[in-house]
C-alpha cells in the first residue's frame, strides 16, 4: 500500500489511502497522491472546506503532486502528527511535509495548513491547486485578491493560499493555482490560513517554517516515551497520537472519528457522523491514556466530561457535541457520498437514545482516575453519587445498547456496565470520594441486576453470554464486561464467551463481525478484534491473543491507522477515519498483553 502510482476511481480513492494530520481543533486526511480530501472549517465539528472524499466534484480539494507519473511513499516524522510524503518521478524526487500548525504547541488564532515542498533529487515540476467549496458546496464560493493574496469567501470563512517558490499564484472565480519547475534543493512552501468571520492574517514565510518545525517538536514533547513499556510499541505510539489528534483542544473532549458518512459497505446506507464525543469512547480512551501515563489528558478529558453531563443531571446522553451541547438535528446533506454511498449524513441521531452503558463508562473512568492517586473535588462526588441513585430507578428499561440499535431491548452489555456503575460508585464511597448515603442501595441493585443478567443473558445452548435477554444471539461487546470488572478471567463462562464468538462471529482470520445478524450488511468491526485479544490475555490464553494480535496489526494502512470496519475478504478499510474505539483498543489490548506476560513471568 505504502508505494506506486495512486489510482483514483470516479474521484475517490480508497479509505485506506488517506493519513491524518490536526492541530487539535480540526483534522485534514490527506491522500497518497498529495490531495487535501477533507478538512472542516474552523472546527471539526464544522463544515468543510475540502470534502472531495464525500464528493470529488461538489466537495472541494487542495492538490499539490508532481506531473506525470510517479511512485510514492510516505510517513510520519518519528513521534509526530506531521506527515512526510515522497514522489518519485522519472525526472526526480519530491518530498512534501505537511502540518497543521500549532504555535510552540498551542493553538493559533487562525487555522494554518502548511505544505514544505522539497526537490531532493533532478527536476520535478510541481502542479497545485486550492479548489475550496463552503457549505457542503451550497454556499456560494468566490477567489478575490485582498492585498495582493488570492482569498476565497464565502458567507463566514476566509480562506487565504499563499505560495513561496511555487509559482506565482493565478485564480479564476473557483480556485488558486500555480506550477513550479523545482530543481534539486529548491524548497517551496504553500500555506491556507482559515479565519472565521475575523479579519484575516498573511504571515511570513520564515513565520510559517518555524511553526512547521515547532510543530513536531511540540508532538515529540507531548508524546515522551510513556509508551515504552508496552509491547507493540510503534503500534502503541501511533495509536496514542491518533488519538491525540482527535481531542478538541478547547474543551479536552474526544472526537470518536475525524469524518463523517464514510460507509460501513461500500454503496450501504450505515453513513454516520462521528465527529462528536461519545461517553462511551472517551471513558476506554482516558482509561488507555491514564494507564499509559497521559495525566494531563486524562484530568483535562475528565474534567470536561464531568462539567457537560452537568445540564442533563442526573441523566447521561449518549455523545455531546465538542463544544459541550447535546445534538438536536441530524440532516442528509447533497453530496454524492463516497463511492455513491447515501445518505450523507451530518448530526447523529443517537443524540437523544437511551444507551445504559454510558453509567458504567462514566463511573468506570472516574473509579480509575480515583485509583491512579487522584481525587474527587466534594461538587462532583455528591453529583455521581445522585447519578448513582437515579441508575438504580431505570436499570430494568430497555435501551439502545452499546450499538445505538433502533430496537430497544435488554442488552446483556448495557445491564453488566450497570452493575459495574454501581458496584464502582459503592467503591469510591467507601474510599470517600462520594457520599455513602445510599451505598446499601447501590450494592442491593448491583446483585439484583448480576441476577438479571446470569439467569436471562446467559445461553445455555451456545455456553456463552448473549446479546440481549432470553435470546441465543451473541454479541462482542459482552467483552467489555472484563474491562468493566462484571466477568471474572477465570470464570468458565467467559471462556465459554470467549470460544463462541470466535466460533460464531468470526468473519476471517482474526476478523469478527459485531453481533449476530452483520454477516453480509457490513465489514468486520476491528474494535471487536482487539477486544477479544484483551479478553484472550485477561483469561491467561496469552499465545492465541499473541497471535490475534500479529495478524491484526498488519491491516493498518501504511502510516498505522485503522478506520472503523475492514472488508474480511480484500481488508480494504471501511467506516469513519481515523476512529478513536479502534485505536484505543489496540492500546488497550497491548496492556492486557503486557499485564499476562507480567503476571506469567511472577513479575
Known amino acids: 500500500m505504502g508505494v506506486g502510482r495512486v489510482a483514483r476511481v470516479d474521484g475517490y480513492v480508497p479509505i ?31 463544515e468543510a472546506a475540502f470534502a472531495a472524499v464525500l464528493d470529488p466534484e461538489k466537495g472541494g480539494c487542495l492538490r499539490l503532486a508532481p506531473e506525470g507519473e510517479y ?12 506527515l512526510e510524503t515522497t514522489f518519485k518521478s522519472e525526472t526526480g524526487t519530491l518530498r512534501v511535509t ?75 472565480t473557483a480556485s ?139 441523566r447521561m446522553q449518549p455523545l455531546y457535541a465538542l463544544d459541550g451541547s447535546v445534538p438536536r438535528s441530524q440532516e442528509s446533506l447533497r453530496l454524492n457520498g463516497y463511492r455513491g454511498s447515501q445518505p450523507v449524513r451530518r448530526g447523529n441521531g443517537a443524540a437523544t437514545q437511551r444507551q445504559l452503558g454510558s453509567y458504567g463508562d462514566l463511573f468506570g473512568t472516574v ?32 435501551d439502545s445498547g452499546l450499538w445505538e440499535l433502533d430496537q430497544q431491548r435488554h442488552y446483556t452489555i448495557s445491564k453488566m456496565a450497570c452493575w459495574s456503575a454501581l458496584t464502582r460508585a459503592a467503591d469510591l464511597a467507601e474510599q470517600g470520594q462520594l457520599p455513602g448515603d445510599e451505598r446499601g442501595r447501590w450494592l442491593e441493585t448491583a446483585e439484583a441486576i448480576r441476577q438479571f443478567v446470569e439467569e436471562r443473558c446467559w445461553s445455555e445452548a451456545k455456553r456463552s453470554y448473549t446479546f440481549y435477554a432470553d435470546t441465543d444471539a451473541l454479541d462482542c461487546a459482552v467483552l467489555l464486561g472484563a474491562r468493566l470488572g462484571y466477568l471474572d478471567p477465570g470464570d468458565d463462562r467467559f471462556d465459554g464467551t470467549i470460544d463462541a464468538l470466535l466460533r460464531e462471529q468470526r468473519a476471517s482470520g482474526p476478523l469478527v463481525f459485531r453481533y449476530t445478524g452483520m454477516r453480509g450488511e457490513e465489514g468486520a468491526f476491528l474494535a471487536c478484534s482487539f477486544w477479544l485479544v484483551e479478553a484472550l490475555a485477561r483469561a491467561g490464553r496469552g499465545d ?3 497471535t490475534l494480535m500479529e495478524e491484526l496489526l498488519p491491516l493498518a494502512n501504511d502510516v498505522g491507522l485503522f478506520s472503523e470496519e475492514i472488508d474480511p475478504d480484500s481488508h480494504e478499510l471501511l467506516g469513519n477515519f481515523p476512529q478513536a474505539l479502534t485505536h484505543l483498543s489496540l492500546i488497550n489490548a497491548a496492556v492486557a498483553m503486557a499485564n499476562g506476560d507480567e503476571t506469567r513471568s511472577g513479575a
Request: charged share 25%; net charge negative.
Open 16 to 46: 485506506g489511502d488517506y493519513a491524518a494530520i490536526g492541530d487539535g481543533r480540526t483534522v485534514a486526511l490527506i491522500a497518497r497522491d498529495g490531495a487535501v480530501d477533507w478538512l472542516p472549517l474552523p472546527t471539526l465539528d464544522q
Open 71 to 82: 511512485g510514492v511513499r510516505r510517513r510520519y516524522l518519528p513521534h509526530t502528527n506531521v
Open 98 to 172: 505537511d502540518s497543521l500548525n500549532r504555535d510552540d504547541g498551542r493553538l493559533l488564532p487562525w487555522v494554518e495548513l502548511a505544505r514544505r515542498v522539497e526537490c531532493t533529487a533532478g527536476t520535478v515540476r510541481v502542479r497545485w491547486q486550492v479548489e475550496p467549496r463552503f457549505g457542503y458546496g451550497t454556499e456560494e464560493t468566490t477567489i478575490e485578491r485582498i492585498r495582493g493574496v488570492p482569498v476565497a469567501v464565502g458567507r463566514r470563512l476566509r480562506l487565504a493560499t499563499l505560495a513561496w517558490g511555487l509559482g506565482e499564484p493565478q485564480h479564476s
Open 176 to 314: 488558486v493555482g500555480g506550477v513550479a519547475q523545482l530543481e534539486e534543493g529548491d524548497r517551496g512552501l504553500l500555506v491556507c490560513v482559515a479565519t472565521d468571520d475575523e479579519p484575516i492574517p498573511f504571515p511570513e514565510r520564515d513565520e510559517v517554517e518555524a511553526r512547521l518545525d515547532a510543530t513536531g517538536a511540540a508532538w515529540k514533547r507531548w508524546l515522551g516515551h510513556r509508551t515504552s513499556d508496552t509491547p507493540w510499541k510503534k503500534q502503541v505510539e501511533r495509536s496514542v497520537l491518533a488519538l491525540r489528534l482527535l481531542v478538541y483542544a478547547p474543551s479536552g473532549a474526544m472526537a470518536a472519528a475525524a469524518t463523517t458518512a464514510l460507509p460501513e459497505r461500500i454503496g450501504g446506507s450505515r453513513n454516520y457522523d462521528y465527529r462528536f464525543s461519545w461517553i462511551r469512547d472517551s471513558a476506554l480512551a482516558l482509561d488507555a491514556l491514564s494507564t499509559l501515563g497521559y495525566r494531563d489528558q486524562v484530568h483535562e478529558s475528565l474534567s470536561w466530561l464531568l462539567d457537560v453531563t452537568g445540564p442533563t443531571h442526573p
Open 367 to 398: 473509579w480509575h482516575y480515583v485509583g491512579h492517586g487522584n481525587a474527587l473535588d466534594p461538587t462532583s462526588g455528591r453529583r455521581l453519587a445522585e447519578v448513582a441513585s437515579f441508575l438504580c430507578e431505570i436499570w430494568e428499561n430497555e
Open 544 to 546: 492465541e491473543a499473541r
